[in-house]
């Protein structure tokens, strides 16, 4: 019990003490407000060219052939099915540096939003269940230990997908604007002397992203 010399102290020992248990709730709870989209492509053939290319770089028919590769959009979605084979000439041993930018059209003109992810290696995660893009395409690759094996800097390496209907879905902390949307991909190769090869690969998926749930998630 505080006497009157120590009650200062003890204030400052229960208030820290109080301080820790919200502390220690808020760790084990975690709540984060988070809305969910699903960004509708606006093209069946999926892929379109970057409207603003970078000099030597190619589309993406640089990075695979899309001969066996095939899309029809219906109105539940894209339905995919089929193979594509890589094909870009850089070497095995080769780091892949991939950068995803979203740009949304404001009045007529393209601008940049907050929107952007950049992986060092990307080939160590392209196949990782936890990235947003894997349920995209990854998710359904039917010889996933060959395409975590060789990637796609391996030229002839096939990528073999079961039939699925392609739903690209994305989880925000905010709301995004509606409209029309371009998502950049680029990908550079960078060699065992870390300097970056000239042929990189540019290619962009034009949709627009739609709200379908909103809510709160306990982690």
């Known amino acids: 019990m505080c006497t009157t010399f120590v009650e200062e102290n003890c204030k400052m020992y229960f208030n820290l003490f109080v301080l820790w248990q919200i502390i220690i709730v ?12 699903e960004y509708v492509l606006e093209d069946e053939s999926v892929f379109a060219a970057c409207v603003d290319n970078p000099p ?10 899309f001969s066996d590769f095939h899309t029809e959009m219906l109105p539940d979605g894209i339905h995919v099915e089929g193979k594509i084979t890589s094909t870009w000439d850089v070497q095995p041993t080769d780091r ?14 393209w601008q940049p939003t907050i929107l952007n992810l950049i992986s060092r290696d990307f080939c160590k995660v392209y196949l990782d269940p936890k990235q947003y ?15 975590m094996e060789k990637c ?13 209907i392609s739903k690209l879905y994305f ?21 065992l002397n870390n300097a ?18 909103e809510g709160m998630k306990i982690e």
């Open 133 to 147: 893009w894997y349920r995209g395409f990854p998710k359904y690759i039917i010889n996933k230990e060959e395409a």
């Open 26 to 37: 808020l760790r084990m709870i975690k709540p984060s407000f988070q809305i969910d989209y």
């Open 171 to 191: 989880g925000a902390g905010f709301n995004v604007p509606p409209g029309r949307k371009r998502v950049v991909i680029t990908l550079a190769a960078i060699d």
């Open 56 to 65: 030597g770089y190619s589309n993406i028919s640089g990075l695979f052939d």
């Open 96 to 109: 892949v540096e991939g950068h995803i930018s979203v740009l949304h059209l404001d009045r007529g003109t």
């Open 196 to 213: 970056t090869r000239p042929n990189g690969i540019c290619f962009e998926l034009r949709g627009e992203f739609q709200k379908f749930k």
């Open 152 to 164: 796609f800097t391996n030229m002839g390496t096939e990528y073999v997908f079961e039939p699925f």
